[in-house]
């Protein structure tokens, strides 16, 4: 059974720092790409960051309100994700999920963490 384990959510003044990870367990396909969505208040899920096999910058996407901010990152030998946000926002509240892609020949398979609450206040 696939699972994905987050941790690093919390409470943090704006202009502070968090260290989000997630770390999948359980897969029979190869992962072809891990990332992080966040959904705000009353707001659908978003992509924050998402990083592909490879994981050279062109394999990187970024949405644009955390451009400069925020660098994904992974470690394959570990099936983890990580994502580092800096100088983080009031409006960088919300609920972040990790969220993995698992591919065989014939199809892929998306996986959600359980989300965990990233708060900031002013």
């Known amino acids: 059974q696939v699972q994905l384990v987050e941790s690093g959510g919390g409470t943090v003044q704006a202009g502070g720092s968090l260290r989000l990870s997630c770390v999948a367990s359980?897969?029979?396909?190869?992962?072809?790409?891990m990332g992080w969505y966040r959904q705000g208040p009353g707001s659908q899920r978003d992509l924050v960051a998402h990083i592909f096999s490879g994981g050279g910058d062109h394999n990187i996407k970024y949405a644009d309100f955390v451009k400069g901010r925020f660098t994904i990152s992974r470690d394959t030998a570990k099936n983890a994700v990580f994502l580092q946000m800096n100088d983080l926002k009031v409006e960088d509240t919300g609920a972040y999920y990790c969220?993995?892609?698992?591919?065989?020949?014939?199809?892929?398979?998306?996986?959600w963490g359980p989300g965990m609450a990233v708060t900031v206040y002013s």
């Open positions: 359980g897969s029979d396909f190869p992962i072809n790409s």
């Open positions: 969220r993995m892609v698992v591919s065989n020949p014939i199809q892929d398979y998306v996986h």
